[in-house]
C-alpha cells in the first residue's frame, strides 16, 4: 500500500486515465493480477529471488535486489544521497551484489556551490559501491541538457575510486551471471 493507502492496482488504474493514456486499465484484455509489496518484501517466483527495503525517499520507494543462479542485480532508484551517511538498508541490500543500479539523480549543476556538490549523487553512489562490495555499478538518471563530454568526465573522475563504475547508455549490456549456464542443445 502507498503512503495514501491506495493499492499498486488503485495507483495503476489512476495513472492510465486521461490525459496520460488514451486507454483505460479496464479496457485491456488481459487477465491481471497485482500484488501490492512493502519493504523488507521477500518474493520467490521459482529460482529467482526478490528482495525489497525502503529507499531513503520522503514520499518512499523501494530498492529491490534480484538474484538468480548465484547473481545478484540491486535496483535503487529514488533514493536521495548525503556525502559521508550511507544508507544502511541500501547496503544490506546490495552486499556483494554484482551490478548497483544506482539513481545518480537529475541534479542540476547550475545551482551546485563546489566541486564535492556538483558530483554528490554520483560519489554518493560509489561510496555505497565501496562499502557494500559491490561488483559492478551502473549509474543513472542524466541531466539530458549534458554533453556526453561532460558526461565522459564525470566517469572518468569517478572511475579513480573505483574503477568498475559507469554512467549507464541506451543500449548498453552488462554481464552479471557469475557462472556459467548449461547450453540446451537442440
Not at 492510465?16 to 487477465?31: A, E, H, K
Not at 500484488?35 to 514520499?59: F, K, M, Q, Y
Request: with cysteine; charged share 20%; glycine share 6%.
Amino acid at each position: 500500500m502507498g503512503a495514501n493507502g491506495a493499492s499498486i492496482k488503485q495507483r495503476l488504474s489512476d495513472q492510465m486515465l486521461r490525459p496520460n493514456f488514451p486507454v483505460s486499465m479496464q479496457t485491456m484484455r488481459s487477465q491481471m493480477h497485482f500484488h501490492d509489496i512493502a519493504p523488507g518484501s521477500i518474493i520467490r517466483l521459482d529460482d529467482v529471488v526478490i528482495e525489497t527495503i525502503a529507499l531513503n525517499r520522503p514520499n518512499g520507494a523501494l530498492g529491490y535486489r534480484i538474484t538468480w543462479n548465484g547473481s545478484s542485480v540491486v535496483y535503487a532508484t529514488d533514493t536521495d544521497p548525503s556525502l559521508g551517511h550511507l544508507d544502511q538498508g541500501l547496503l544490506y541490500l546490495a552486499h556483494q551484489a554484482d551490478l548497483l543500479i544506482y539513481d545518480a539523480d537529475y541534479f542540476c549543476y547550475a545551482n551546485a556551490n563546489d566541486a564535492d556538490q556538483q558530483l554528490l549523487p554520483w560519489k554518493a553512489g560509489t561510496e555505497v559501491a565501496i562499502a557494500a562490495q559491490v561488483k559492478q555499478i551502473a549509474l543513472f538518471h542524466h541531466d539530458p541538457n549534458h554533453e556526453d563530454d561532460f558526461l565522459d568526465q564525470v566517469e572518468a573522475e569517478l572511475k579513480v575510486s573505483l574503477p568498475t563504475v559507469q554512467l549507464a547508455r541506451e543500449g548498453s549490456n552488462i554481464q552479471v551471471l557469475s557462472k556459467s549456464l548449461p547450453v540446451a542443445n537442440g
